[in-house]
């Protein structure tokens, strides 16, 4: 009998990171690039935008999600650089990087740092 493995976690992590990243991170380019830059919304209503708690759980959602995915890319991709004995410390300094990376997003979010 096989072990059970939390595989299909980082798996689906991975997965869900990646269409979400490609679904949204080409009209976060856009809003915030080209659109801010060309000044044609002011950087107080897009300030109002992102006071709105449903636009924060969503940059929350985003972030750890984009973050877990390259934390999973990143590890495969290493072990098939020849790091096979280390998979296991590899695979915990890069998921506890992504977990630390998605801690600094909430606290980053429910912050006012004005």
């Not at 080409?26 to 801010?36: Q, R, S, T, Y």
């Not at 830059?37 to 002011?42: G, L, T, V």
């Not at 107080?44 to 890319?73: C, I, N, T």
């Not at 590899?90 to 997003?105: I, R, S, W």
Request: charged share 10%; proline share 4%; net charge neutral.
């Amino acid at each position: 009998m096989r072990k059970p493995s939390n595989e299909p976690l980082f798996w689906s992590l991975f997965s869900a990171g990646g269409v979400v990243t490609a679904f949204f991170m080409p009209a976060l380019i856009v809003l915030i690039g080209f659109v801010l830059a060309a000044n044609e919304i002011s950087l107080l209503r897009l300030e109002d935008v992102f006071d709105h708690v449903a636009v924060r759980v969503w940059l929350v959602v985003f972030s750890g999600l984009a973050f877990f995915h390259f934390a999973h890319r990143f590890r495969f991709t290493l072990i098939d650089l020849g790091l096979h004995s280390f998979r296991v410390p590899v695979a915990v300094f890069l998921y506890g990087a992504a977990l630390g990376g998605t801690v600094f997003a909430i606290v980053a979010v429910v912050v006012d740092w004005s």
